[in-house]
């Protein structure tokens, strides 16, 4: 059995490669986005170097790379999602309101209506707890 030696890789993929490793360092915690300057490297290299190989060099997802790649080839720009909100603070109401409607609107453009008789905050924060629960499952 032989053992083959590691392809090298380019100067310009281990450049790139080191300014995604120094933004995974220093980004905030959580989901933060890639920043645009480093997608933008990343489909350039991708054309150069097949969007595998770049996905695996840069350890990104090789899906959303042939996206935008695709997406840069087409001619188009590929705008990050808008981010979800952390916290959305409710304040407590002293009283019942006599009928609540909350409606419930999905990124990807689906809305759920829902009237609700008699509703507190805490029915509140809970329904909207198991609504999240539920649907985070499925992404």
Not at 114 to 136: F, I, N, Q, R
């Amino acid at each position: 059995m032989s053992i083959r030696p590691p392809k090298s890789r380019s100067a310009a993929i281990e450049r790139v490669r080191h300014r995604f490793e120094d933004w995974r360092r220093t980004r905030t915690p959580g989901r933060s986005q890639i920043p645009a300057r480093l997608w933008a490297a990343a489909v350039t290299l991708a054309g150069q170097h097949g969007v595998y190989a770049i996905s695996r060099a840069l350890r990104l997802d090789y899906a959303v790379l042939k996206r935008r790649v695709a997406a840069a080839r087409e001619g188009e720009s590929v705008a990050p999602a808008a981010p979800h909100p952390t916290l959305i603070e409710l304040q407590p109401l002293p009283r019942v309101a006599p009928c609540s409607v909350i409606e419930i609107e999905h990124p990807k453009g689906g809305r759920l209506r829902v009237p609700v008789p008699l509703l507190t905050v805490a029915d509140l924060v809970v329904l909207t707890d198991g609504v999240w629960k539920a649907g985070s499952g499925s992404r």
